[in-house]
Structure formats: C-alpha cells, structure tokens
T-cell receptor, first 110, second 118 residues
Framework: SQQGEEDPQALSIQEGENATMNCSYK?????LQWYRQNSGRGLVHLIL?????REKHSGRLRVTLDTSKKSSSLLITASRAADTASYFC??????????FGQGTELSVKP | NAGVTQTPKFQVLKTGQSMTLQCAQD?????MSWYRQDPGMGLRLIHY???????DQGEVPNGYNVSRSTTEDFPLRLLSAAPSQTSVYFC?????????????????FGEGSRLTVL
C-alpha cells in the first residue's frame, strides 16, 4: 500500500488565492519531498523537508511537517495560472526508497 | 545537459511480447529507479538501484526485470507484456541516498515512456 495520502484530490482556485495541499503518511520518515507534474511531463522536485525540521520556505512555497501527526502541508501563496499542475508528496523512510502519494490536481483559473 | 533520458517515448505491444524501456542519466548519479503512473494511483515504485551491480524491488516488481551494469544506464525489461502493464513509466535518478550530501536527495525524472499493451 502507498505510504502517502494526499488531500484534497483536486483543488480549483482563482489566481491570487493561496493553495494548500495536505499529505499524510503511515511510518516514520527520514525526509518528505514535494514534487510538481505538469500535464504529460515528468515530475520536478520542489522542496525537501527533513524529519527534524518543522517548516521550510522556497519562494512562494511553504512546507510544514508534523511528525507527531505524520502529516505535511504545502502552501502556494498568490497562485498563478502557471501553477496549474499535479502536486505529489513523497516520503523517504528507507534511505532513498521514495514512495509517492496519489497527488493533488491543482487548477488555478485566471 | 541531458539529465535523464528515456526511450522510447511511446510503445504499443501485444500481449506476450517482450520489450525493454531504456533509461540513461549523465549526472553520475548512483541511485536510479523506475516508477509506473496510473490514473488515481499516483506513482508506484517498481525497482531501484543504489549503484552498479545492485538492484532491489519496490512496491510493484512483478512482471519486470532490471539490471545495472553501468552507473549511467538502468533498463527495465518486460518479459511477457500483459494489459495490466499499460501505464506511463518514469525513470528517476539521484545522488546516493545513503552516502550523498544531503542523503535522500531529490529525484530527477525523465519525461516518461507511454506503454500500451493490447
């Protein structure tokens, strides 16, 4: 069974709004990563947060990690139409065996 | 810098045929992996390798073989294709997750190989 589960499965917002996606996982992890996938393309790494970190920022991205609840969230601030994509969390619990969630499909309407 | 290159991009097979999906990376990454992506299932790990000569099974290894004779290449073999193997296959690589700095590093993905088995 997959390690990560993402919520919501789909999210539709207007340009300029914030988008929040959540990821829950089952076992203890070394790190958690977020990836983005544009339609028909490969995945692109966005950000990595280690198990001893609680929050990380990268540009308009903010990731939080709560290991006690086994959950993470990805916040995209001031969304743009170009942010339309699928977003996946991935957990590393066995030194590189990266297991992905099912993804959140984000649609940002101009 | 080509990154991770997958061939072919599209392939149609008949049930029972065999084929090999090729993956090559030019970043000197020790870690390479294969995933399949199906609608509603996200990405599932098929096989992975932490270095030449070393491979291991992922979540869904049945029906697939891999080998790693060089650092650059990690081919995925389907010995007898089945309709259930219709999917999009992604190859990905990274620094060695055990010894790299930082460990468990980011994956670099190819553009995918779309396989249909009739």
């Amino acid at each position: 069974s997959q390690q990560g589960e993402e919520d919501p499965q789909a999210l539709s917002i207007q340009e300029g709004e914030n988008a929040t996606m959540n990821c829950s996982y089952k076992t203890s992890i070394n790190n958690l990563q977020w990836y983005r996938q544009n339609s028909g393309r490969g995945l692109v790494h966005l950000i990595l947060i280690r198990s001893n970190e609680r929050e990380k920022h990268s540009g308009r991205l903010r990731v939080t990690l709560d290991t006690s609840k086994k959950s993470s969230s990805l916040l995209i601030t001031a969304s743009r139409a170009a942010d339309t994509a699928s977003y996946f969390c991935a957990t590393d619990s066995q030194g590189g065996k990266l297991i992905f969630g099912q993804g959140t499909e984000l649609s940002v309407k101009p | 810098n080509a990154g991770v290159t997958q061939t072919p991009k599209f392939q149609v097979l008949k049930t029972g045929q065999s084929m090999t999906l090729q993956c090559a990376q030019d970043m000197n990454h020790e870690y390479m992996s294969w995933y399949r992506q199906d609608p509603g299932m996200g990405l599932r790990l098929i096989h992975y390798s932490v270095g030449a000569g070393i491979t291991d099974q992922g979540e869904v290894p049945n029906g697939y073989n891999v080998s790693r004779s060089t650092t650059e290449d990690f081919p995925l073999r389907l010995l007898s294709a089945a309709p259930s193997q219709t999917s999009v296959y992604f190859c990905a690589s990274s620094i060695n997750p055990y010894t790299g700095a930082p460990p468990g590093g980011e994956l670099f993905f190819g553009e995918g190989s779309r396989l249909t088995v009739l």
